[in-house]
């Protein structure tokens, strides 16, 4: 690099050692080195925690699932917990039956009322506490609700173990699945033989007075022409 003296004929001749050039060149590479590295560092602490945080909500939002899940299961198994408590309890039996009419479940009540047991009882077709005369006519109830078209309240007479005849009042309930199939048939029963006993001493009662004044009024009108 050649550079003019002023005033003068001569020129100044500017020399740059290799090794200085090159040590300039190395000290800004390093420098842009250093630069890129940290904007490399900020952009992966950034992305870090960015990922981090989304990992957290995610973690956030598995368990609030979580819990509802659980409050969800909680709410279910108290509703279970009490369905079975009024199976249990009931004063009405309680007989669940599936599709070709077999007993699946069998409460306390219904071995008051029948006299079977659940272990004899689970099992047996419907005609076991039938009299063979009603049978036709359970049978077109059972039709019925397996179709969906009615069978809903029936009053019957029933057979116990001992082979004693009750009259029963039946509040049947097809049990359908979600996609809208009849998968079995639910059956609460009252014992209502003391009360038709009652009903019908009544109506005794009832014709015996009736006849009585009907007499009464005979012999007045039969007095009165005397």
């Known amino acids: 690099d050649l550079r003019p003296v002023p005033g003068s004929p001569w020129f100044l001749v500017n020399k740059l050692d290799q090794d200085e050039a090159l040590a300039q060149l190395h000290s800004d590479a390093v420098f ?79 071995e008051r009322i029948f006299g079977f047991s659940a272990a004899e009882a689970i099992g047996q077709d419907v005609s076991f506490i039938v009299p063979g005369p009603v049978r036709p006519v359970v049978a077109t109830i059972m039709q019925a609700l397996l179709e969906g078209r009615g069978g809903e309240q029936s009053i019957n007479e029933n057979l116990r173990k001992d082979g004693t005849v009750i009259q029963c009042e039946w509040h049947n309930t097809s049990l359908v699945d979600p996609e809208g199939q009849v998968v079995g048939v639910a059956s609460q029963i009252e014992d209502i033989t003391e009360r038709k006993h009652i009903e019908a001493a009544l109506r005794e009662n009832e014709d015996r007075y009736r006849d009585l004044v009907d007499n009464s009024l005979e012999l007045i009108s039969t007095y009165d022409l005397e």
Request: proline share 3%; aromatic share 12%.
């Open 32 to 110: 842009i080195g250093l630069i890129i590295g940290a904007f490399s560092l900020l952009a992966g602490a950034a992305i870090a925690y960015y990922f981090r945080l989304r990992q957290a909500q995610g973690f956030r939002v598995l368990y609030q699932s979580e819990q509802e899940k659980l409050a969800a299961e909680q709410t279910l198994l108290a509703a279970n917990k009490q369905i079975a408590l009024l199976f249990e309890q009931t004063p009405l039996a309680v007989i669940e039956w599936d599709l070709a009419f077999r007993v699946t479940r069998w409460n306390p009540a219904a």
